[in-house]
């Protein structure tokens, strides 16, 4: 995304975003220093290879405890704040769910609705800094 965004916003081109939950990992039902839960996908050894090779450290797990904290503040779940965030990117034009329930989905279209401040962005801005700012992209 620091490569293609600013091209693609040039071009006036936008972006649909694939797992803008990172495997589960932005919902914070990873805490730090405990295995995966049953029954999700980073528990299932046929779905685990990604998360367990691009996500799965201690302090990813940390700092997706810490959005859902940000999240529970403003009376939203993580899942759906993980979502709001990505789709006020400028380049994004929209995100693919993973969703494996109705209530997930459900949880997962509040994104839409979720108006989020100034303060909560830098917030979540500080937890996960990327080279480029997505307000100056």
Known sequence: EEEVFP???QQGIGNVIFLPLAHGML??????????PE???AADPDQNAVIRNLYWTEENKRKGLELAAIAEE?????????????????????????TSRVAQLEE???????DISTEIMERIEALY???????GA
């Open 108 to 114: 997962n279209l509040a994104a839409v609705d979720l």
């Open 7 to 9: 091209v693609t916003l």
């Open 74 to 98: 403003l009376g939203t779940t993580a899942a759906a704040l993980s979502i709001a965030w990505a789709l006020r990117h400028p380049a994004v034009t929209s995100v693919i769910l993973g």
């Open 39 to 41: 029954g999700t996908r």
């Open 27 to 36: 919902t914070g039902k990873y805490p730090p220093g405990e295995p995966a």
């Open 129 to 135: 800094p990327s080279r480029q700012n997505p307000a």
